[in-house]
């Protein structure tokens, strides 16, 4: 009788997905970074929209801990990118700039080839490679165009995308070539071909492909999905665009990009639950800065700002982060935090030492969203791009501008940072100042040559700005940064 129960028993473990097994065998948690470009805050359904249609990514906000207070380090691609992949403010290895005017050959739109993170910097991939996980980059890259800075150079295994910053979500042909070589569709290193039907669906797809065969082998995967939704150009599917016949315009073909997204994130987490590895998977859903309203039509409601400028709208973002083995579902974290953050969070999480990482400015999460640590991961942030910079000390947050007296909120009592306080707090203005001049003192220069001229600006023509009242393209001109 035992013997007849063990050949049961036995049988039954062979008849076990093998995924079962593997994640008995590997402790370490898998990890998907699914990243978006240029989405506007108020875009998702999980941040109260009723016109978008988001329910992957609402079902990950339930499952998961919605972080709402969550801040890019820059509020344009590049810069931000960098932050992310090196876990440190990118001002302190020079990468302050995104297409940096006067680098770039006159008139043209070409992002430089040598505008990349420096080579010496440790990224994100490297660390965890070092950790035995398979990883891998799909979609947008924008750290660099030269070949030495290519992906597969710099901390991953596979890559499946483009190095520049922006292109068509439909193929090149012949007859309609991309402004910039960098925006062909590559697979691993120099490897061009594009892709058949819509980009954002494709992505999805080749990640899956890459997460099956990291499943079959018991080997930890990281999958960085940097799809280039909902940046320009505007394009979108027609069965996406009949989904929302009541709009018009821009506002209609970035709904129908938005539901791309969402369904392309939803295939990547379905692929986890099909694989039985949805529980041992961190599943981590931003973007890389504010939405710019007044080119993709997109809504970063309720702060005021945009891409490019230092405000609430350019800066904070949406960010979630679900991971079943260790964070309670359906929770919100209050405290403020940083996409820098993410390298060292998910480096602890598998089960690397963060003592050992090098100079990041980010910090490991995890004891914060479970409550063994009450305090704030960051009492101090800093945002930087020429004379214009921004520090955040507790809930006051302190912009400097080039042509104006600086101005002071406390964003709490002020989300849309109308109420400028500076005149009010003297003394805290200038302690604010001396602690941006104290880390500003520690970066590098920007390493490529700028090329700007400060227009003077009109005060009145910036509070207009503020409450909706001029044009698109006036808006787009008065607080720009880049």
């Known amino acids: 009788m035992k013997f007849f129960k063990l050949a049961i028993f036995s049988t039954l473990l062979l008849c076990l997905p093998t995924s079962f097994a593997i994640a008995q065998k590997n402790q370490q948690p898998n990890i998907v970074f699914l990243f978006a470009d240029d989405a506007g805050y108020a875009d998702f ?16 906000a339930q499952q998961g801990v919605l972080f709402s207070q969550a801040y890019v380090t820059d509020p344009t691609c590049g810069p931000s990118r960098a932050g992310i992949i090196t876990g440190k403010y990118q001002q302190k290895f020079g990468f302050e700039e995104n297409n940096v005017p006067g680098y770039m050959s006159k008139n043209s739109a070409k992002d430089g080839n040598e505008m990349g993170v420096p080579v010496e910097e440790i990224t994100m991939g490297e660390y965890l490679q070092q950790l035995g996980y398979a990883t891998a980059y799909y979609g947008k890259w924008h750290l660099g165009g030269a070949d030495k800075f290519h992906p597969t150079k710099n901390g991953f295994d596979e890559f499946y995308g483009f190095r520049g910053g922006a292109r068509s979500f439909f193929p090149y042909t012949e007859k309609n070539k991309p402004h910039d070589d960098l925006n062909y569709l590559e697979r691993g290193f120099g490897h061009y071909k594009e892709h058949e039907g819509y980009l954002t669906d494709v992505l999805a797809e080749d990640a899956v492909d890459f997460i099956e065969r990291k499943t079959k082998k018991g080997q930890p995967f990281f999958a960085f999905v940097s799809f280039n939704a909902v940046h320009t150009p505007m394009e979108a599917t027609e069965e996406d665009l009949a989904q929302f016949p009541e709009l018009t315009g821009d506002r209609k073909i970035v709904a129908a990009m938005t539901l791309a997204l969402d369904r392309a994130s939803g295939l990547i987490m379905d692929k986890l639950k099909e694989l039985g590895i949805e529980d041992n998977t961190i599943v981590v859903f931003s973007n890389d800065n504010g ?22 709208g350019g800066l904070r973002v949406p960010f979630i982060v679900k991971w079943p083995a260790k964070f309670k579902a359906n929770t919100t974290y209050q ?42 991961p960051h009492e101090i942030m800093y945002w930087k791009k020429d004379v214009r910079a921004t520090i955040r000390v507790g809930d006051w947050k302190l912009i400097r501008f080039p042509d104006r007296p600086a101005e002071l909120y406390y964003v709490p009592n002020d989300i849309k940072e109308v109420n400028n306080l500076a005149a009010q707090y003297p003394e805290k203005v200038k302690s604010m100042f001396k602690q941006l001049f104290a880390w500003e003192s520690t970066l590098e220069r920007p390493r490529w040559l700028l090329q700007r001229k400060f227009e003077n600006y009109d005060i009145e023509r910036m509070d207009k700005y503020r409450w909706g009242k001029l044009d698109a393209k006036s808006r787009n001109n008065e607080l720009s940064v880049n």
């Open 291 to 312: 939405g710019p309203t007044d080119k993709n039509a997109s809504d970063n409601a309720p702060y005021s700002g945009t891409k490019s400028n230092h405000l609430e």
């Open 335 to 376: 405290y403020p935090v940083m996409t820098l953050d993410l390298l060292p969070t998910f480096y602890a999480a598998g089960g690397g030492d963060t003592t050992k990482l090098k100079a990041v400015d980010g910090v490991n999460l995890i004891p914060y969203v479970t409550g063994e640590n009450a305090n704030r």
């Open 45 to 60: 359904g999980f941040h109260g929209s009723k016109i978008m249609k988001t329910p992957n990514l609402d079902k990950l």
